[in-house]
C-alpha cells in the first residue's frame, strides 16, 4: 500500500523539500507522510488510517504540528515549476462542510458559513495556462466571488501575465481596473443586462478558461478536498495545499 500512494521519484522530491523546511528526518518520517497523503485520498477518520503507516494519532499529530506552522503551503509553493503565466484563469467552488467540521475548538472563523444548502466552504483558485493550480485562498460559502478575487489577485506574481480568465461572476469595473493596474488585460464578459458591449473580450482566449474546471475536477478526487471534514481553517487550507502540491509532484 506505501507503493501505491506516490513513486520512490516522487517521495525523494517531496523528501528533499521537506528536509530543506526543517522537518527532522525521523525514520518514520515516509511512512507518516504517506499517511496523510492516504488521508487526503480517501478522506477516512484519522483513527482508521492503516497500520502500515504507524499508529494514527501519531500521523494526525503530525499533520497539526505542520498545518500549525503553514509546512503544506510552503511545500506546495516550493513544487511550482516553469509555470505558463501568460494566461491566468481563477473561479470558485464551494466545497460542502460535513458534520464533523463544526464545532471547531476556541470558535472564530473558521470558514464555514450556514446557507439553505447547509454548511459549507469556498475554494477560490488561480491556475496557469494549462490548468496548474498558482494560488488559492478558502472562504466561507456564501461570500460573493468577487469580494475575494482582489485578495487572490494581489498574492498572484503576473508580470509575465497578459491575460486573466474569469467568467460573468467577476463582472466588476473596480476588479477590472485592479487587473489593469498590474499590467493584465481582463479577459472578462459583462453580464446580459449591462449597457456595454463585449468589444475588449478575446473570446479564443477566453475558451482556455475551462482548465480551472478541469482543475476542480482533478482535485475533487481526493476525498478529504471534496468534502470538509477539518474543523479548523488551517487544516483544511494544509488539505487544499497538499492536494495542489500533488498535481505538480505528478508532472
Known amino acids: 500500500m506505501l507503493a501505491t500512494i506516490i513513486t520512490e521519484e516522487q517521495w525523494q522530491k517531496l523528501k528533499s523539500i521537506l528536509l530543506d523546511l526543517n522537518v527532522y528526518d525521523k525514520p518514520s518520517l515516509k511512512k507518516t507522510f504517506l499517511g496523510i497523503i492516504y ?22 499529530k503530525a499533520f497539526r504540528r505542520w498545518s ?45 458559513a450556514k446557507s439553505i444548502g447547509g454548511n459549507s466552504s469556498k475554494i477560490h483558485l488561480a491556475v496557469d495556462a494549462h490548468g ?28 509575465d501575465t497578459e491575460f486573466l ?36 473580450m478575446d473570446w479564443l482566449i477566453y475558451q482556455a478558461r475551462h482548465v480551472v474546471e478541469n482543475t476542480f ?9 471534496s468534502s470538509r471534514y ?3 481553517l488551517n487544516s483544511y487550507i494544509s488539505t487544499v495545499a497538499l492536494a495542489c502540491g500533488l498535481i505538480w509532484l505528478k508532472l
Not at 488521508?39 to 500521523?59: D, E, F, I
Not at 506546495?76 to 464551494?94: C, G, M
Open 217 to 225: 475536477a482533478n482535485l475533487k478526487h481526493y476525498r478529504a478536498l
Open 68 to 112: 500549525a506552522t503553514g509546512l503544506f503551503y510552503k511545500l506546495f509553493k516550493r513544487l511550482i515549476q516553469s509555470a505558463d503565466t501568460e494566461w491566468v484563469s481563477i473561479d470558485a467552488i464551494h466545497i460542502r462542510a460535513h458534520q464533523s467540521s463544526a464545532g471547531a475548538v476556541g470558535g472564530g472563523d473558521q470558514s464555514i
Open 132 to 159: 496548474n493550480p498558482l494560488e488559492f485562498l478558502v472562504g466561507d460559502g456564501i461570500t460573493h466571488d468577487i469580494k475575494i478575487a482582489p485578495m487572490l489577485l494581489q498574492l498572484l506574481d503576473l508580470k
Open 165 to 200: 480568465n474569469a467568467d460573468k461572476g467577476y463582472d466588476s469595473e473596480e476588479f477590472r481596473n485592479l487587473a489593469y493596474s498590474k499590467g493584465v488585460r481582463a479577459n472578462i464578459p459583462r453580464k446580459k443586462n449591462a449597457r456595454t458591449s463585449n468589444s475588449h
Open 39 to 60: 488521508r487526503l485520498k480517501t478522506g477516512c477518520q484519522w483513527r482508521y488510517l492503516p497500520s502500515c503507516y504507524g499508529k494514527a494519532n501519531t500521523v494526525f
Open 230 to 232: 477539518d474543523k479548523l
